[in-house]
């Protein structure tokens, strides 16, 4: 049995597979506040928890943690002449945004994500 391929916007592929960043203000789920998770638009896989979200004031959806260590990757970038983290996902690699050191506790942490590389699944249950 073949697995049906995603079919992405031209938006969507250039953040996801050409590490391009949406425009700060512009993503469909930066006020987003409904319950639920958010997943990889690639492939489906869980990323972060809705109750993880919070307003950092950066124009993207931001994040304490993932749902788990494994479902992004961190990765070295000194593109544009700056040092730092790339997030992928952990399961297709596509490219999610950005982790910085400045978050809120308990982590402290800041994963600024495109909201192109997300989907959004509604759920009722706080504890998903």
């Known amino acids: 049995m073949s697995q049906k391929k ?4 031209a938006e969507q592929h250039q953040v996801c597979f050409l590490k391009g960043t949406e425009p700060p203000f512009s993503g469909k ?5 409904e319950v639920g998770i958010y997943t990889c638009v690639c492939c489906d896989a869980k990323l972060f928890r809705s109750q993880d979200k919070y307003d950092s004031g950066s124009g993207w959806p ?3 943690q993932p749902v788990d260590e494994n479902a992004v990757k961190r990765i070295e970038d000194n593109s544009h ?5 790339e997030v992928i996902c952990g399961s297709c ?4 945004g950005h982790v910085f050191t ?3 506790a308990p982590t ?3 994963y600024c994500i495109n909201s192109l590389s997300l989907s959004f699944i509604k ?3 706080e504890n998903i």
């Open 6 to 9: 995603k079919v992405l916007t």
């Open 29 to 33: 789920y930066l006020n987003n506040k």
């Open 62 to 64: 931001s994040y304490f």
């Open 81 to 85: 002449g700056m040092g730092r983290i």
């Open 93 to 96: 690699g596509a490219h999610l």
């Open 102 to 104: 400045d978050g809120p």
């Open 108 to 110: 402290g942490l800041r």
């Open 123 to 125: 759920n009722n249950n």
